[in-house]
């Protein structure tokens, strides 16, 4: 059953739903969510026109509303932004994990700025990134296509291999012209590249997507009852005989439908029946952990140097399936045997 919550009115109002909404998700991505929120609004308060900011506020309450109503697909996505692998938080990540370390002394520093010389060129943009680190991501992220990622790696990441030696004239190519080429080739990489978590995060997730960290994580906060509002201007504005002569029916019926029931907040007049909102599971501990948490922690990887070859090792979630433990009023069925299915 869709929420039938009153849309807010004034833009103070539209925070307030919003921040509200966010108390209600999971504690995985609820203090990131709650922090965007307000940063957002920080940001667009002294806007000289925020109507198109009100615009895209309202899509995200009805997202919010539509994800807590348990829209799985949804969910799915905010527990992405929370843990970076899309959004903001995926770049903040991939500065942080993946810039080069500064020099430790005064020696380094001048060995790097000395090879930049030697190449005759300036330093740019690229001379920030660790390329070793990001090479060693996205070979390993290659190698995991169809596993369930936000992105998909592109085919060839080894840069010889897609910068030409020659131009189309059987020329070899300036310097210059190299350089702009292999930026180029690692902006196109670290648009599909899901950058590494630190080393306790990933730990503290993957207890998590196994099911042995605390309960607060597999439990959707109750909801307060909706108040009911006594003003005509809250309640949700129905089409008038103009809207049915002017407009397709489908355009008009187009909220109350399964797939967008849950977004709209409406309920269709059907003598059948409501009919369940497409997408909308009940978000229980099981299904928090295998459909939102496993999936998670699958896309996340970490990355450490061997102190002796020097190379980057990237390790990913578990993605191996094991056997979960009965529910309680299972186990009467395992009774007489052992863990490996031999009788006692």
Known sequence: ?????????????????????????????????TER?????????????????????????????????????????????????????????GRTE??????????????????VKDKQRKPDWLDNWAVDKIFAVATSQNQLQGKNLPFNMRRTIDPSKTIPKENCFGRP????????KLKKHWVSTLRQLL????????????????????????????????AQSLSIDDAAPKPSWTDFVTKPIRALERGKSRKMKSLS??????????????????????????SLYVGVWQASPIIEENPRS????????????????????????FQGIDKFGVPV
Request: hydrophobic share 30%; proline share 9%; glycine share 6%.
């Open 310 to 333: 020097g190379k980057w090792s990237v390790t990913w979630g578990n993605t191996e399936q094991s056997l979960t433990r009965p529910r309680k009023k299972d186990l009467h069925f």
């Open 173 to 180: 190519l300036t310097e210059k012209l190299k350089r702009n």
């Open 37 to 93: 929120i307000q940063a957002r609004f920080r940001d667009c308060n002294e806007k000289p026109d925020p109507k198109p900011y009100i615009k895209d506020a309202h899509h995200y309450l009805r997202y919010l509303r539509s994800a807590n109503t348990g829209h799985v697909s949804r969910m799915l996505r905010l527990c992405h932004l929370a843990t970076g692998r899309i959004g903001k938080r995926r770049r903040i990540l």
């Open 195 to 226: 950058p590494p978590l630190p080393r306790g995060e990933w730990e503290q997730l993957g207890a998590i997507a196994r099911g042995e960290a605390d309960s607060r994580y597999y439990k959707m906060p109750p909801r307060r009852k909706v």
């Open 98 to 115: 993946l810039s080069s370390a500064p020099a430790s002394n005064s020696d380094k520093l001048e060995e790097r700025l000395a090879l």
């Open 265 to 290: 907040g409406r309920e269709d007049e059907d003598p059948r029946g409501h009919g369940r909102p497409i997408g909308v599971k009940v978000l229980g501990r099981r299904r928090l952990r295998r």
């Open 1 to 33: 059953m869709p929420l039938q919550i009153p849309h807010p009115n004034t833009p103070l109002h539209l925070y307030r739903h919003l921040l509200r909404e966010a108390t209600y998700l999971p504690l995985l991505c609820r203090p990131w969510i």
